[in-house]
Every structure is written in structure tokens, then in C-alpha cells.
């Protein structure tokens, strides 16, 4: 078992100059499309391929296309409005940021799912770890990586296919 805590996330600019100051995230430079997409994010209960991104968009923007989906998936990782994770070979997935209580992920390293969980002590752990050695946080992620219990045949329903599948496809 692998455990990873990121008190920082990278920053990852785009070429509209998104970051933490740009217009986007001041409202100005945020189109309808970009919304859509935003939308799709924050209203889903999972997280999300840039594919089913798409789809849902699509339902939402009928004509939207798909290079500007990841378009504007790289512009709202970039100024802080949606987060994406990238595990392995695994489709990177993604998520609104801000909009849930601070989560964790497990990420099976077989198959790619991604489970959140919330636990109360993690914003403590890491503010204590953090003031320990004198950081000061701007924000912070906890993964844990290991097997999920499908793969690991803990689980009795094996003759299910795709289990990341049962979210939001």
C-alpha cells in the first residue's frame, strides 16, 4: 500500500493565461461552453472521463465538440475550478473543485477505480503535520493506493464487468 499526502496541488496554467488571478476566475473570460462543462463536473456524483464530460456536455450544449471540452478542462484545472487525476495508464478523470468537504481518494493500481471517503481527521493530520515542521499549507490531498476489493476477490459479485462503470455511465 502506497500512501500519498499532497498538501499543495500543482498548478497547471493553460494557454488563455488561467491561474489563480485570470479572467476566468474572475468571470470574465468564462464561456458558455466552459460553463456547460462546469456544470457537468458539479452536478456529477462521480468522477468523470474527459469522454463522458463530453457526452454529458453534449446533452447540456448540443454541437459542443470535443477538442473543446478538453480545452476547457485544461483552462478550469488551470485556474482552480475543477481538479483532474491521473493514475497510471488509467483515463484521467475529473472533478469540480471546492464544492465537496475535503475528501480523499483510494485508487485501485489494477483497475483504475476511484473511491472518495471523507474522514474528519485528515484536515486535522494535515495541519498538524504541517505546522510540525513549519509549512504553511495552501491546500492539501490524500490518495491511497492499493487494490480495490473486486480485484483483490474479496468480493462475491466477480461475474460483474467493468466496475468503475456502476457511477455515472
Known amino acids: ?33 466552459r460553463r456547460a462543462v462546469l456544470q457537468v463536473l458539479s452536478s456529477s456524483p462521480c468522477h468523470l472521463t474527459a469522454e463522458e464530460v463530453y457526452r454529458a456536455a453534449g446533452k447540456k450544449l448540443p454541437g459542443i465538440g470535443i477538442a473543446t471540452v478538453y480545452r476547457s478542462l485544461k483552462c478550469l484545472c ?3 475550478k475543477a481538479r483532474e487525476l491521473k493514475y497510471g495508464d488509467h483515463p484521467a478523470v475529473y472533478e469540480a473543485a471546492g464544492l465537496k468537504s475535503p475528501h480523499g481518494h483510494l485508487v485501485c493500481l489494477n483497475c483504475g477505480e476511484l473511491k472518495e471517503f471523507f474522514e474528519p481527521a485528515m484536515e486535522k493530520l494535515q495541519a498538524g ?12 490531498r490524500l490518495e491511497i493506493y492499493g487494490t480495490c476489493a473486486k480485484c483483490s476477490g474479496l468480493r462475491k459479485d466477480k461475474n460483474e ?9
Open 1 to 33: 500500500m502506497i500512501i500519498i499526502i499532497t498538501m499543495t496541488d500543482v498548478e497547471n496554467k493553460c494557454d488563455c493565461g488561467c491561474g489563480p488571478g485570470c479572467g476566468c476566475s474572475a468571470g470574465k473570460r468564462c464561456s458558455r461552453r
Open 78 to 80: 488551470g485556474c482552480g
Open 129 to 140: 503535520l504541517a505546522a510540525a515542521n513549519g509549512f504553511s499549507t495552501a491546500g492539501g
Open 161 to 169: 464487468k467493468d466496475h468503475r462503470a456502476g457511477c455515472c455511465s
